[in-house]
Structures are given as C-alpha cells and as structure tokens.
C-alpha cells in the first residue's frame, strides 16, 4: 500500500526531502507519491514522515482514501468545534 497526495496540496517542499524512500516528486498540480516506492515508513519510523511535516490536514491519504493527517491532526480542535466556531464567525 502506498500513500497519496490529493488536490489540498499546496506545494509547500516540506515533505519532498523527508521521505526515506524518495518516493515524493514535484508534479502539477501538487506533489505526487510514486506508489512503487512509497514504504509508508514502515519499519523506519513511528508514523509517516511525509503526514508528520504536512501543514495541510487532509492532503495525505493512504489507499482506501482515509487523511493520514486528518482534520484535527495539526491545530487540536475537533472538526465539529471548528465548524460551530466558523458559523458563529460568520453570522457576526
């Protein structure tokens, strides 16, 4: 099983040097992970190297589509809290 990148990506290069396998290229419209190489860093590392750098929640899947950095996953705040959060902003 390999992990992707989808369109969240903003192109950032963080991820692209930190991956073991170099198994990340530059690509448009956002960086793309060769699935021949992609280790998901197993054996190497204690979670994926590419999702633990991403600043992007969500832009890092693995094969069944599931964020590997979910929403969530860098801020702390539950999806449901930014959402309440967000539609109270907006009806100022």
């Known amino acids: 099983m390999a992990y992707q990148i989808v369109e969240g990506c903003v192109n950032c290069w963080a991820c692209e040097p930190l991956c073991p396998s170099a ?9 793309v992970i060769d699935p021949k190489r992609c280790t998901e860093c197993a054996g190497e590392f204690a979670e994926p190297q590419c999702a633990s750098i991403c600043p992007v929640e969500g832009a ?5 589509g599931i964020p590997v950095n979910p929403p ?3 801020t ?3 999806p449901e809290r930014r959402a309440a959060a ?5 009806t100022r």
């Open 23 to 31: 198994a990340i290229t530059a690509a448009r419209p956002h960086f």
């Open 72 to 74: 969530g996953s860098l």
């Open 76 to 78: 702390g705040i539950p």
């Open 60 to 64: 890092i899947v693995d094969a069944l």
């Open 86 to 90: 967000m539609a109270k902003i907006r």
